[in-house]
């Protein structure tokens, strides 16, 4: 018998929800009150926030040659969407780092979903992007899927990695022989039922076959050469053993020279850590 | 053309290709011979690999060569669902080797 994926997202809303911080900041920045103050004056309602916030403005994301001691420093240093979406990375580990969970650790899984964040932000910096925060959020987020399915149904997820194991066949096949769907699947629909942007959508659902993306093929691909890194760097995980198949047009729609991929994974090594510390306290 | 690792470059080598930083910025003219103070420069610059006259053999050659076949080992399984390898897979593959047999040399883990 199959899995409902219906099943799987019916009572999210006990689980988690979107972060409260997340949609007044949002809507701030989407009418015309976008102020650095007033920004400011919603992050500053959330204490344990603004000092999570604080700790990662100063991290080894960012190098600034000065430290940031008040969050309205930080909203004009770093920008008003990159702080809305570091509001969103942090919010989400905070709500999901409690839910009880069986055959993967942790801490373990959220180094390897920071990690793909870290590397994702990393190659989008290659190319110039306005708002790199984002990659690092969806690199975050892409295997958010699999928490649920581990935490809801822990019968079906078992069955899953063992036949994995013992095939050595992805994660991911392995879920969509077994449940009918698989963790990309259930992550873009908690994102959809969130009501978070679509692009978040596409690349976390399409995330393992980023060809198939349509309208944010080059944020996908982003996405999935970032995971095959991280995964053959073996920076946490997330359950999966291996480095999933990885689709070399991936690495062609991104368009930078292969020359620079021993300075992506110096600079993953040089700042996951610290941005994992600090992300996780 | 064959590329060594900065880990591997040595004194009175000599550079077979001009040798830029990330943006393209010519930091060495091709012919010249390293230096000490050369691979301190290439460090500070982040450069990482560099072609070298002559160069025809393994380019981690400076590690013991039971730590490499160990690290190509664990690599080859690691990727053991990437049956047909295409460049970036390839040049991943031979990163990420280099990246653990330095690691395990250094004794650390695979994991930072």
Redesign the interface.
């Known amino acids: 018998m199959k899995a409902d994926l219906q099943y799987l997202l019916s009572d999210m809303d006990k689980l988690s929800s979107v972060p409260d911080v997340y949609i007044q900041l949002d809507e701030a920045i989407r009418s015309s009150r976008a102020s650095a103050g007033h920004i400011s004056s919603i992050i500053s309602q959330d204490s344990s926030l603004s000092v999570r916030l604080l700790k990662i403005v100063n991290s080894a994301f960012y190098s600034f040659p000065r430290h940031i001691d008040t969050i309205s420093r930080a909203v004009i240093v770093v920008g008003t969407q990159q702080l809305r979406d570091l509001a969103l990375a942090t919010s989400i580990i905070n709500t999901f780092k409690n839910i009880p969970v069986q055959f993967i650790t942790m801490d373990s899984f959220w180094k390897h979903s920071i990690a793909c964040g870290v590397a994702s932000r990393i190659i989008a910096s290659y190319f110039k992007e306005p708002n790199i925060e984002r990659y690092f959020v969806a690199g975050m987020l892409h295997d958010i899927g699999r928490l649920i399915i581990v935490s809801k149904i822990p019968e079906y997820a078992e069955r899953v990695f063992s036949l994995a194991a013992a095939s ?3 994660l991911y096949k392995v879920e969509r022989e077994v449940l009918g769907f698989d963790h990309a699947k259930v992550g873009s629909a908690l994102i959809q039922l969130w009501k978070l942007p679509k692009s978040f959508e596409e690349i976390i659902l399409f995330h393992h076959n980023p060809t198939n993306a349509k309208q944010f093929e080059l944020e996908t691909s982003v996405i999935h ?1 970032a995971d ?2 991280v ?6 995980n997330s359950g999966e053993l ?5 689709n ?1 047009k991936a ?1 062609t729609t991104i368009g930078l020279s ?6 992506i ?2 600079l ?2 040089k700042q ?2 610290d941005v994992f510390i600090r992300f996780n306290t | 053309m064959p590329k060594i690792f900065i880990d591997d470059l040595t004194s009175k080598m000599v550079l077979e290709e001009p040798v830029k930083d990330q943006h393209g910025l010519l930091l060495f003219q091709k012919g010249i011979v390293v230096t000490e103070n050369i691979i301190k420069t290439l460090r500070e610059w982040e450069v990482f690999e560099v072609s070298i006259e002559g160069n025809d053999h393994e380019q981690t050659s400076s590690i013991d060569p039971l730590i490499l076949k160990f690290a190509k080992i664990e690599i080859q399984d690691l990727f053991c669902n990437n049956i047909h390898r295409g460049p970036f897979t390839s040049e991943l593959i031979r990163h990420i080797t280099h990246r653990l047999a330095v690691r395990c040399s250094k004794g650390m883990s695979n994991e930072s």
């Open positions: 050595a066949t992805p050469i095959a890194i995964h053959a760097m073996s920076l946490g291996f480095v999933p198949p990885i070399e690495w292969i020359d620079v991929l021993p300075n994974i110096n993953i090594d996951v850590n």
